[in-house]
């Protein structure tokens, strides 16, 4: 964690990424923004072709011509969108590097492993064959590969699965960049594999005070590395959160029917008895256009007017909302911050709670329009008074109330 | 066993096969060799005496060991037309192949994997479009008239090269270069498009691997992305189709010293069956066996050195 001072080691600003094929368009990434800071650890989640990947990849400069990318994307002041091939060449291996998520596919199999680790460090260091040699198996060593001085002879296909992902991890890390993006590093590995991955991860942001932007969807992973969460819906961003507010707190519907949608060992519905895990109903909508609307609220079950017909943008939410701890606005740094994009994010309680304490007071104010959107910061007060047909803001109530279906409900 | 041993015990044994069928089909050809070699309206006296001392009477075997020693020694028995030890009009004509095949293979390579990296490389523009015609063109035009029309514009028309004829490269490499300049194009330009498209093909995939994504990941130069990295590995599939296509040299080399009147191995051949040269024959096709089996060992042994899954047994 880092003060609010610090200048991000990453910033990504209204960041889109649109595919044109001559048949159809495709809004991959579609207004996101995040900062992070020397040493953090940033967990970007969300379901398959949500964008993850491609905004990591945007960040990296390797998107395909046919993609053309919008916004700004800062790193340590230096803005690259727009920049060109020869200026990115330089910074990509040095100030941010990328680790993916095939490592049986990542590596070259007709180089050996000393070479592809020596490259980078050839390229961006200006030092000798030999040099880069003995640094690569220095490096080796690093991410604890056994007989470093060994494998750096041997070619990937002598390698396994793990060991190929640690190489991987080498290269990476060859030249300190001050960002490193890990693109689902353990999901094509063994569950005991991925342990020692994450270690390797961690160490060296103790270390080298790297950021590290982690792309998964393993929430356990989250749970385990990151300090705080980006969940990205249909190539937006839909909530920011310290990572344990977010696991205690989701405040967007969608993140808490993804935390609902993970196996918790030992727990069950209780109304049915059956262990089924909960669902989020409905289909990721298709990115060929760019609604001005909530994407998420086909699938919503809060859903209403107000999402159908405006975009929620990502905004922080007051903390008194959040813990009812009658903190001023602005108290929280922005890493800390818990930011929703949701005209009314569901009250403070945890996803897999005791029976939901807001369903007496459910229904009808969901669509009636004097509610206010609790929880919104709402800065442009006269922007979200006129939305709510002038009414006073609801603060008076001890929690910003919100229909809540008790079905949707985990209990213990 | 290394992979080299073994690949090198293998071509012994393709090696034995070829000179057994060699030696066997000769025999099984119509006609006798001794009426042959006996002249107009031989005596039957004649004919045994020819069988006697040629060795024609004994078992098959005992002849097929005599010949195979024989051959090892570098006795290939004498030419019937010529009287002159096979071996040594051999000999004569092989550096005129062997140059011709080893520059066209140099122009397919050097002309198909440079046009087939820019193709891949320029997908979708102009570059990849003019690359692909010309592939079509050398693909789709015989030999023998891309022999006509290039004697036709660059010996005749504008004399730059020679239409015809050999001139070693020991007695004047001006003129030896002068000579195979048209020949070495009529065989090479259809080798070339082969490999420009397989080595296209190659490029694609390989430009799409994950690998090149995490070399330019590295800040590598796109030269060192696509030579470095995306080149390397399209090689196998280079090296694959030139092995391939030898049998196409080998047999284009034969169609090509015809037009240019190039006296090298083809014309040896052609020479040798239309006289029913049995001795020669059997040379010429020991030999050209010889250099097909040694060119596919090295092909082999070549895939070794560019992947290391190859040489060192290892399963992907």
Known sequence: ?412 | MSYPIRRVGESLITLFLVSVVVFAGVRALPGDTATALAGEEPTPEAIAQIRASYGLDDNIVVQYVRYVRHAATGDLGVSSRTGLPVLDSVMEALPVTLELSALALLLAVVVGVGAGVVAAVRRGRPEEWLVNAVALLGLSVPAFWLGIVLVLAFAIAVPVFAASGFVPFGVDPMENLRHMVLPVIVLGSGLAAVVMRQTRAAMLGSLSADYVRTARAKGLSRRQVIVGHALRNSLVTVVTVLGLQLGHLISGAVVTEQIFVLPGFGKLTIDAVFSRDYAMVQGVVLFTSTAYILVNLLVDLAYSVIDPRIRLGGAQ
């Not at chain 1, 929430?219 to 205690?248: H, N, S």
């Open chain 1, 1 to 412: 964690m880092t003060t609010s001072t610090a200048p991000p080691a990453l910033s990504v600003r209204d960041l889109s990424v649109v595919f044109r094929t001559p048949t159809r368009v495709v809004h991959a990434v579609d207004g996101l923004s995040y900062d992070i800071a020397a040493g953090e650890v940033l967990a970007v989640v969300g379901e398959s072709g949500c964008g993850k990947s491609v905004t990591s990849t945007a960040v990296m400069g390797l998107l395909p011509p046919t993609a053309s990318v919008g916004g700004s994307i800062r790193l340590g002041g230096r803005e690259l969108v727009g920049a060109d091939e020869r200026e990115l060449r330089d910074v990509r291996g040095r100030e941010i590097a990328m680790i993916f998520q095939e490592p049986m596919t990542s590596l070259n199999p007709v180089l050996t492993i000393g070479r592809q680790v020596g490259e980078v460090l050839r390229r961006h260091q200006g030092i000798g064959r030999r040099e880069a040699r003995e640094r690569a198996v220095d490096l080796l060593d690093l991410v604890g590969i056994p007989a470093p001085a060994q494998r750096a002879r041997d070619y990937p296909h002598q390698l396994s699965g793990g060991m190929r992902q640690r190489v991987m991890i080498a290269i990476a890390i060859a030249c300190d960049p001050a960002v490193l993006i890990a693109d689902e590093p353990t999901t094509a590995l063994d569950v005991t594999v991925q342990a020692g991955i994450l270690e390797v991860l961690q160490s060296l942001r103790e270390r080298l005070g790297t950021a590290i932007v982690l792309i998964t969807h393993d929430l356990g992973v989250v749970a385990d590395i990151a300090d705080r969460v980006l969940v990205m819906y249909a190539g937006r961003g839909v909530e920011q959160a310290p990572v344990g507010e977010l696991f205690d707190a989701p405040r967007h519907p969608y993140t808490r029917g993804l935390l609902g949608a993970v196996p918790v060992p030992g727990r069950r519905r209780a109304e049915d008895g059956r262990g089924r895990l909960q669902e989020i109903p409905g289909l990721v909508p298709s990115l060929t256009e760019q609604p001005d609307r909530c994407t998420f609220q086909p699938r919503c079950s809060y859903a209403d007017a107000r999402c159908g017909e405006r975009r929620p943008a990502l905004r922080a939410l007051r903390e008194r909302d959040e813990r009812n701890e009658g903190y001023e606005e602005g108290e929280r740094s922005g890493t800390e911050r818990h930011e929703a994009a949701c005209w009314h994010p569901v009250p403070v309680r945890p996803v897999l709670s005791e029976h939901p304490e807001g369903a007496e007071r459910s229904d009808d104010a969901e669509c009636s329009g004097t509610e206010r959107s609790e929880g919104a910061e709402c800065s442009e007060g006269a922007e979200c008074s006129a939305e709510c047909s002038g009414a006073e803001p609801s603060e008076s109530a001890e929690h910003p109330e919100h229909p809540e279906r008790p079905g949707q409900e985990a209990a213990s």
